[in-house]
């Protein structure tokens, strides 16, 4: 789950330049959205809006993942995402990352 600002604005980066599909889209008791987004088969991300998640679960509010994700599409995401780190090879293997329009980093790994 990601808790973010604006779930609108996150989604989209996804949906541009990481090719995800929207899986579900649920109103929430404040009318707010969450968007459920597959990113890779079997690899879903949640979105939540920070104002939902202050006001139903505080305690949570200001976690923030660290993933890292593997593909095999490693140099096509490279060169589309805007913002993309420099390539590095960490013990072996390709990475590089990324940051959301709201400054959450990302990191992708060639599979």
């Not at 109103?27 to 139903?56: C, H, M, R, Y």
């Not at 940051?99 to 992708?108: I, K």
Request: hydrophobic share 45%.
């Amino acid at each position: 789950m990601l808790y973010v600002e604006d779930v609108d604005q996150c989604v989209q980066f996804w949906l541009d330049y990481v090719d995800a599909k929207i899986a579900a889209t649920s109103t929430l008791p404040d009318g707010s959205q969450n968007v459920v987004l597959t990113v890779a088969p079997e690899v879903e991300l949640s979105f939540f809006s920070k104002e939902f998640i202050k006001t139903f679960s505080p305690e949570v509010a200001e976690n923030v993942p660290s993933l890292m994700f593997f593909t095999d599409r490693f140099r096509d995401l490279h060169a589309k995402i805007p913002n993309a780190g420099d390539i590095s090879d960490q013990q072996g293997t390709l990475t590089f990352n990324f940051a959301d329009p709201e400054g959450h980093y990302f990191v992708v790994a060639q599979a």
